[in-house]
């Protein structure tokens, strides 16, 4: 099993839609986790954490689920901004706590 | 507050030629970790580093492949002896805390081997 599996998608949707992404790990003993950014393979740009009771900033709600082992992404609203791609990143799993990260799920936002 | 500084953002070698990139971390990080990206793919993790320490390299390729990161001055990731096969985008980040924490990238060093 892949330490971290994501969808690629393409995830197409029109302006104002809610669209979610999900990301599991493999690991149990993964301690953080977070989302972050790319656009047009640019550099990451980190986009939230995730926290195991949830968290929300503005549009965005990031959700940790231990039991089976994923975390998603929650875009409320989309803008056509939003469009790039979103990567999971686990860390601390190993002594030495190195972040991995996912392959990346690709969002377009149409007019 | 100067963010994570590489250099250069472009370089281009021939194959057997070495190859050196530089980091400079945000200020009061003592963490770097160094990915790489092949087109089309997703960001594959190489080092990861504290000041004169090598934290974990287990993605590093065995051969040509070194990196460092001493006390005063950038961290460097040198590769030699380049192969086409080592085209790709170099990404670093810092840490102000490491192992497991939250990290802020470079905008990376394009590398092309010709």
């Known amino acids: 099993r892949k330490e971290v599996e994501q969808d690629p998608g393409p995830f197409n949707v029109p302006e104002g839609a809610t669209v979610a992404f999900n990301c599991t790990y493999s690991?149990?003993?993964?301690?953080?986790f977070f989302w972050y950014r790319q656009d047009c393979r640019k550099e990451p740009k980190l986009l939230m954490s995730v926290y195991s009771s949830g968290n929300e900033d503005g549009r965005f709600t990031a959700q940790l689920n231990r039991a089976s082992q994923y975390i998603s992404l929650l875009i409320r609203d989309s803008k056509l901004s939003d469009s790039a791609t979103y990567l999971c990143v686990f860390g601390g799993s190993s002594n030495t706590g190195k972040l991995i990260f996912g392959q990346g799920t690709t969002l377009q936002v149409k007019p | 507050n100067a963010g994570v500084m590489q250099n250069p953002r472009h370089l281009v070698r021939r194959r057997g030629q070495e190859a050196r990139l530089r980091c400079s971390p945000m200020k009061g990080h003592s963490h770097v970790y160094w990915y790489r990206q092949l087109p089309e793919e997703g960001l594959k993790f190489m080092v990861y580093?504290?000041?004169?320490?090598?934290?974990?390299e287990s993605g590093m390729p065995k051969e040509r492949f070194s990196a460092e990161f001493p006390k005063e001055g950038p961290s460097i990731l040198r590769i030699q002896q380049v192969v086409r096969g080592d085209s790709a985008a170099y990404f670093c980040?810092?840490?102000?805390?490491?192992?497991?924490?939250?990290?802020?990238f470079g905008q990376g060093t394009r590398l092309t081997v010709v």
């Open positions: 690991n149990s003993a993964s301690q953080s």
């Open positions: 580093l504290q000041k004169e320490n090598i934290i974990d």
């Open positions: 980040a810092s840490s102000p805390r490491g192992f497991g924490t939250e990290a802020f």
